[in-house]
Nanobody, 123 residues
């Protein structure tokens, strides 16, 4: 059992920045990778970024590459998503999730999810 809680969402103007954090607790040693996903109203949940706990390997969606950075703090069991140069199209509920055994980009590959945090980018 793994519990995840996101924080750091809010309202920001286009071109601005936000930093999202995800705190993990429980049996975190079973987690292979952490991922960030987002979902806008009426749209499917989409992959944003992932990072592996052991090796720190990262992977980004093309839509955020060069603007977003994912990082981890293994000692604190936290994962951070630094979001720069935000666009109105980034508006969504952002979720962190953990995959127990793999590090893929599909939501179906992830086993536990946080409740989400709202990010709104105004134009």
């Amino acid at each position: 059992q793994v519990q995840l809680v996101e924080s750091g969402g809010g309202l920001v103007q286009a071109g601005g920045s936000l930093r999202l954090s995800c705190a993990a607790s429980g049996r975190t040693f079973k987690s292979y990778a952490m991922g960030w996903f987002r979902q806008a109203p009426g749209k499917e949940r989409e992959f944003v970024a992932l990072i592996t706990w052991s090796g720190g390997s990262t992977y980004y969606a093309d839509s955020v590459k060069g603007r977003f950075t994912i990082s981890r703090d293994n000692a604190k069991n936290t994962v951070t998503l630094q979001m720069n140069s935000l666009k109105p199209g980034d508006t969504a509920v952002y979720y962190c999730a953990t995959s127990l055994y793999s590090g893929r980009t599909t939501p179906q590959s992830y086993d536990y999810w946080g409740p989400g945090t709202q990010v709104t980018v105004s134009s």
